[in-house]
């Protein structure tokens, strides 16, 4: 992927639409072309484009690190933090060295398996 400093949202759906128009209706590639427009147009939509503009640039910085939020030796323990009220969504934290991130599904919090930089091979964890 290449980095565009400093896109306009505008200019980016207008050439997707650009591409999209080559393409064969109800193709893989065509569906997500226009899938790839609607999450543009998503974010602004729900005024986030500077939240998104942020995500951006963090994720080609090379800097960029992912906090942990909170280690925990058992699963048992993480589960007693997640209703606890203290965790939030989103937070990334350890269980036994291996990466998970609280997520909101109807009516509570949970954990999904989310393997941190290190787990893949990359050194790109703040520690």
Same mark, same amino acid.
């Given at each position: 992927?290449?980095?565009i400093?400093?896109?306009?949202?505008?200019? &980016?759906?207008?050439?997707?639409?650009?591409? #999209?128009?080559?393409?064969?209706?109800?193709?893989?590639?065509?569906? =997500? &072309?226009?899938? @790839?427009? &609607?999450?543009?147009?998503?974010?602004?939509?729900?005024r %986030?484009?500077?939240?998104?503009?942020?995500?951006? %640039?963090?994720?080609?910085?090379? #800097?960029? %690190?992912?906090?942990?939020?909170?280690?925990?030796?058992?699963?048992?323990?993480?589960? @007693?933090?997640?209703? #606890?009220?203290?965790?939030?969504? =989103?937070?990334? &934290? %350890?269980? =036994?060295?291996?990466?998970?991130?609280? @997520?909101?599904?109807?009516?509570?919090?949970?954990?999904?398996? =989310?393997?941190l930089?290190?787990?893949?091979?990359?050194?790109?964890? +703040? +520690?």
């Amino acid at each position: 992927m290449a980095y565009i400093p400093d896109f306009d949202l505008d200019d &980016i759906v207008g050439i997707l639409t650009s591409v #999209s128009e080559g393409r064969m209706e109800g193709t893989k590639a065509k569906d =997500a &072309i226009e899938l @790839a427009q &609607i999450a543009l147009l998503y974010t602004r939509h729900l005024r %986030k484009q500077d939240d998104f503009i942020r995500y951006y %640039k963090e994720f080609f910085d090379p #800097s960029f %690190k992912i906090k942990i939020a909170q280690e925990f030796v058992t699963r048992e323990e993480a589960n @007693a933090w997640l209703v #606890s009220g203290k965790a939030n969504e =989103a937070d990334h &934290i %350890k269980i =036994a060295g291996k990466g998970f991130l609280v @997520a909101r599904v109807p009516g509570r919090l949970t954990l999904i398996d =989310a393997p941190l930089p290190e787990e893949l091979g990359t050194d790109d964890s +703040e +520690e």
